[in-house]
């Protein structure tokens, strides 16, 4: 099981770390993802980091967001910065089952064992 933590209503330029926590499996032996679907679209890929500690992202957030993981906790964390309001969403985590040492995608088929999500909402 995964659990999402740590979102919230912040102002644009702000910043929060969200947390994905494992339950009942080993963290470390898999690739984690991060995605988010905002009202009236489509789940979309956001970061991932591979078992080897490398982390992806897509181009909307590259500079803005951090991914990191802590194995011995179980979480992944998404630090997320300069916040802009079409950052709004809910942000979820997921396991990547067939990732090798140094890769993942943020596709979403890859993806399965989804956590409930954590809302993150950026305005003034």
């Known amino acids: 099981q995964l659990v999402e933590a740590g979102g919230g209503l912040v102002q644009p330029g702000g910043s929060l770390r969200l947390a994905c926590s494992a339950f009942?499996?080993?963290?470390?032996?898999?690739?984690i993802g991060w995605f988010r679907q905002s009202p009236g679209k489509e789940r979309e890929g956001v970061s991932c980091i591979s078992m080897g500690f490398k982390g992806y992202y897509v181009d909307s957030v590259k500079g803005r967001f951090t991914i990191a993981r802590d194995n011995a906790k179980k979480i992944v964390y998404l630090h997320v910065t300069s916040l802009k309001p079409e950052d709004t969403a809910v942000y979820y985590c997921?396991?990547?089952?067939?990732?090798?040492?140094?890769?993942?995608?943020?596709?979403?088929?890859?993806?399965?064992?989804w956590g409930q999500g954590t809302q993150v909402t950026v305005s003034s």
């Open positions: 009942g499996f080993e963290l470390g032996t898999y690739a």
């Open positions: 997921a396991v990547y089952p067939t990732s090798t040492w140094d890769t993942c995608d943020t596709t979403l088929r890859s993806y399965e064992l």
